[in-house]
């Protein structure tokens, strides 16, 4: 199942302005866990699966940008998009990828691993960068 992405400028269903979250995952195994977890925890969320989409969906004022520094993207589109709306970037890599994603850190508010991600989810999803 694809991750569903949402026009320029919308919400997710039943989310107030500035209460989803915007997810820029390309794995499916991740969308899957974002999405259940989320619906678990109550929290909306918005995927998208590249700058362009990410650049459109910013206008939606989520919270807060969930990215995934191991996709492979364009993260310099990425972080101008969020920087420009002032949103805040928790970015998630892995043990064997610190390295090279670590010039992408300093842009993030936080930065955990998967492993970390997994575990936190829902409290990182209800409270952001500063959880």
């Known amino acids: 199942m694809a991750p569903h992405t949402l ?4 919400r997710p269903r039943g989310s107030a302005p500035g209460g989803h979250v915007l997810a820029v995952v390309k794995d499916l195994f991740f969308v899957a ?14 995927f998208a ?4 989409e ?6 939606g004022a989520p919270r807060f940008v969930l990215l995934d ?3 492979g993207l364009d993260y310099e ?3 101008r998009a969020a920087e420009a709306q002032r949103l805040p970037v928790l970015g998630f890599t892995t043990h064997a990828l610190a390295r090279q994603t670590q010039p992408w850190h300093g842009r993030c508010g936080r930065v955990v691993t998967k492993e970390t991600l ?3 989810l829902p409290a990182l999803l209800r409270e952001g960068v500063t959880s």
Do not use: Y
Request: hydrophobic share 50%; aromatic share 2%; proline share 5%.
């Open 77 to 79: 589109r990425i972080f």
């Open 33 to 46: 866990r974002i999405r259940e977890t989320a619906r678990l925890a109550g929290v909306a969320v918005a």
């Open 54 to 59: 990410v650049e459109e969906a910013v206008g």
């Open 49 to 52: 699966r590249g700058p362009q």
């Open 7 to 10: 026009p320029a400028g919308a």
């Open 118 to 120: 997994t575990a936190e």
């Open 69 to 71: 520094l191991t996709a």
